[in-house]
């Protein structure tokens, strides 16, 4: 593969990399939803009341993405969620990874550069699979939790979009780096915010309008099936 490199050449000093389509084949979260049900922790009718509030409230889906709602969480002991979000990870790591986006990963790391895995899916199934490919730093959903159950909301910023962008600022803010000096991956439009910013981006199995973005570009273009939500 070619190794991930500035316009100048050099190794960036971070990069900033997509779950959902990008480093996995799947959807993340909808794998853990079916993973929840088969089990019985998530029962059929609070399923379909968390596929309402969609229905419910489809302004949200367009401004936030299909992924929005976590309304599925309401209820259940945050500890069964964590012993499961980690159960899931160990399946989607040994069966749903893009090889080349893992390398690129394992070939950074051999440098200077800091991996960050920044995704709106679930921070507990995010960090089950950050921990085991070893990436430096991970910012994704992180669930409310008050006396001790999940409430279906989330707290602090969803990583989707113009909020994933707006982390990412956060970050190198935090280190002194320029977004110049940093490359990132995705795989969807919502992406583009992020990699318009970093100095080398990639598109990884892209849907329409990112693929479009990135010809326009002249971005990388890792070809394979685009993953879908739902």
């Known amino acids: 593969m070619d190794t991930i490199r500035l316009p100048d050449g050099t190794v960036p000093e971070m990069y900033f990399v997509d779950l959902d389509g990008t480093l996995l084949s799947t ?10 049900l088969k089990k019985g922790i998530l029962s059929p009718p609070a ?48 069966n749903s990874f893009r090889d080349w986006t893992l390398q690129s990963i394992h070939e950074l ?15 507990y199934i995010a960090a089950g699979i950050a921990e085991d490919i070893s990436i430096d730093h991970i910012r994704a959903s992180s669930p409310a939790i008050v006396n001790g159950r999940f409430t279906g909301q989330l707290k602090g910023l969803r990583p989707w979009g113009r909020n994933k962008a707006e982390l990412m600022r956060e970050i190198c803010d935090q280190r002194r780096i320029q977004p110049a000096n940093c490359a990132a991956a995705g795989d969807s439009w919502a992406d583009r915010f992020v990699m318009n910013e970093c100095g080398c981006s990639v ?28």
């Open 27 to 36: 959807s993340s979260e909808k794998y853990f939803l079916k993973h929840l």
């Open 47 to 94: 399923f379909l009341r968390f596929a309402f509030f969609y229905v419910l409230h489809p302004g949200l889906t367009v401004r936030e993405g299909k992924g929005w709602n976590r309304n599925y969480l309401t209820g259940i002991p945050p500890e069964v969620i964590k012993l499961e979000a980690a159960i899931c990870a160990k399946l989607l790591l040994k």
């Open 109 to 123: 790391q051999n440098t200077r550069c800091e991996t960050v895995l920044m995704s709106a899916s679930l921070e």
């Open 203 to 230: 598109a990884v199995c892209p849907d329409r309008k990112l693929r479009k973005l990135a010809i326009s570009r002249k971005w990388k273009i890792v070809e394979g099936r685009h993953t879908r939500w739902a």
